[in-house]
């Protein structure tokens, strides 16, 4: 690993630690003292300490086992280790820090409350981590149904700021709501769009090298295109491969890094993908057992 890499790797770590930093600070300085709600795992651990005497890290780790045993099944082994890591970073940060009450208007409890939880979530979500596990429970239901993951988490939370209103009171869940349509917003605006997957089409002359990383560092399924000719900045390319693939979001960061390490010229185009179905996307390939794979890396050389 060049030093570059590390660079980029250290990046990455560092940003997810603000992430949490900022959902940390957000739940235990506004949201947790008030009484509000975020949506998802959160909520529901939020929702469980109004009513039962026991630390929020315990429950906030507790409610997201769940999601994360479904995770393993769902999504890449990787993105589901370093939640974990980061959820047992969140917690911790909860448990251990100790703020003054900042304000009591309920108008900017919200607001803010929403603002950082949904910043921190974005940031971890853009470096490959999850924060909340209602994301996790959506990938595999759209993946299972074809419902899109944005109405499968909005149930969820209908669901939960019912109980809110039932249990707690209808106020409290108003302000929940606007809480967690806020951290909605900010969250998307950070990753651009979480439930939408990521299409990329790679024109590069170091085809061959270039599709066995991506299967190798990402496990994912290309669709290869025969290309005949074109025309660009070094004149007439025939006689190619133009490489197609379709990845989750989190993912993206890394794709672009296995593409730079072998060809910074590559031509990638990446374009948003609504819905998907089938394929690789998620059920990642065995590159172990996959022959197919082994006989096409055997007949590259680097």
Do not use: C, W
Not at 123 to 139: K, Q
Not at 170 to 187: F, G, N, P, R
Not at 192 to 217: H, N, P, Q, W
Not at 237 to 249: A, G, K, L, P, W
């Amino acid at each position: 690993m060049n030093i570059k890499n590390i660079i980029e790797y250290f990046s990455e770590y560092f940003q997810t630690f603000i992430g949490i930093l900022l959902a940390s600070i957000g739940l235990k300085a506004f949201l947790l003292p008030n009484g509000f709600l975020d949506g998802g795992v959160t909520g529901i651990a939020l929702l469980v300490k109004t009513q039962v005497d026991i630390n929020i890290s315990y429950l906030l780790i507790l409610f997201s086992i769940p999601f994360l045993i479904l995770g393993f099944f769902t999504v890449s082994k990787r993105i589901v280790i370093k939640s974990i890591v980061s959820i047992l970073t969140l917690a911790l940060f909860i448990h251990l820090e100790n703020f003054q009450t900042i304000t009591n208007d309920k108008l900017l409890i919200s607001i803010f409350g929403g603002l950082l939880v949904g910043a921190g979530i974005g940031i971890a979500i853009r470096n490959g981590s999850v924060l909340d596990g209602s994301e996790i429970l959506g990938i595999y239901l759209n993946d299972k149904y074809g419902i899109s993951i944005g109405k499968i988490v909005l149930v969820f939370n209908v669901i939960l700021f019912s109980i809110t209103a039932f249990v707690i009171s209808t106020e409290i869940a108003l302000y929940s709501i606007l809480t967690y349509i806020i951290a909605a917003k900010v969250t998307d605006t950070v990753i651009e769009g979480f439930e939408d997957f990521i299409g990329i089409t790679i024109v590069s002359k170091k085809y061959d090298l270039i599709k066995i990383a991506i299967i190798e560092e990402l496990g994912v399924g290309l669709t290869i295109y025969k290309g005949s000719s074109g025309f660009g900045s070094n004149g007439v390319f025939e006689n190619f491969d133009i490489i197609h693939s379709v990845i989750n979001r989190i993912d993206i960061k890394k794709m672009y890094r296995v593409i730079h390490d072998l060809d910074k010229e590559a031509f990638i185009l990446e374009f948003d993908v609504n819905n998907v179905k089938g394929g690789v996307l998620r059920h990642y390939l065995n590159k172990k057992k996959n022959t197919k794979f082994l006989n096409l890396k055997k007949s590259i050389k680097p």
